[in-house]
């Protein structure tokens, strides 16, 4: 079960959907009134936000404070691993029961061009590109995020953090994929910029 939630999480992330861009909350490519859009944000090598990712690269299960962590429902310790495709260090906080509790995520990025990531997730079922707290975030998902979404953020042109969640059977019509790894981002953000 674990290699599947990791391979649709994976899978979601690295290909795509015919779907369409939008700014604001995500929606799906069946929503009315989306837009796309032609704007794409640019960013530098330096972090514009002064956020730096350098403690967290080999320590990811850091980006949350243990009372943010509680935050996320019940969930085991945050376990360190490899993330796919060479996206460097994943910290995994699984839900103690599979079908009642989510499971969380968090991918620290180093050395990997955020826009060239976006440009691949752009074509999903589900893209939404907008910002919090002043930082570019764009949340995905290659179906319809009613069981997934990945939200990423950069936090230079080629460093970034990606948040993502399989949504528990149990939690489904209270925690909204998208807008729960918006939030967990969101917690991240804040703590970055200290």
């Known amino acids: 079960m674990t290699a599947l939630i ?3 999480l994976a899978f979601g992330a690295l290909t795509g959907c015919t779907g369409t861009t939008t700014n604001g909350s995500p929606t799906t ?13 640019t960013s530098s090598d330096e972090s514009p936000s002064g956020m730096s ?6 320590a990811p299960c850091d980006t949350l404070k243990s009372d943010q962590v509680t935050t996320l429902g019940t969930v085991q310790p945050g376990v360190v691993a490899a993330a796919a495709g060479g996206l460097g260090q994943k910290c995994t906080w699984r839900g103690q029961d ?8 968090v991918v620290v990025t180093k050395d990997k061009d955020f826009d060239s990531r976006v440009d691949g997730v752009k074509s999903n079922g ?3 590109e907008k910002k919090i707290d002043d930082v570019r975030v764009v949340s995905t998902d290659g179906t ?3 069981m997934y979404c990945l ?6 042109k080629t460093d970034s953090v990606t948040v993502q969640i399989a949504t528990a059977a149990d939690e489904r019509a ?3 994929p998208c807008d729960e790894t918006e939030r967990v981002a969101q917690l991240i953000i804040t703590n970055l910029k200290g």
């Open 53 to 58: 990712i350098e403690k967290y690269v080999n």
């Open 98 to 105: 599979v079908i009642k509790n989510s499971t969380y995520t």
């Open 144 to 146: 319809d995020a009613t």
């Open 29 to 41: 490519a069946g929503s009315t009134g989306a837009q796309e859009t032609g704007s794409t944000p």
């Open 6 to 8: 990791t391979a649709v």
């Open 151 to 156: 939200t990423m953020f950069p936090t230079s």
């Open 174 to 176: 209270t925690k909204k």
């Open 126 to 128: 589900v893209f939404a």
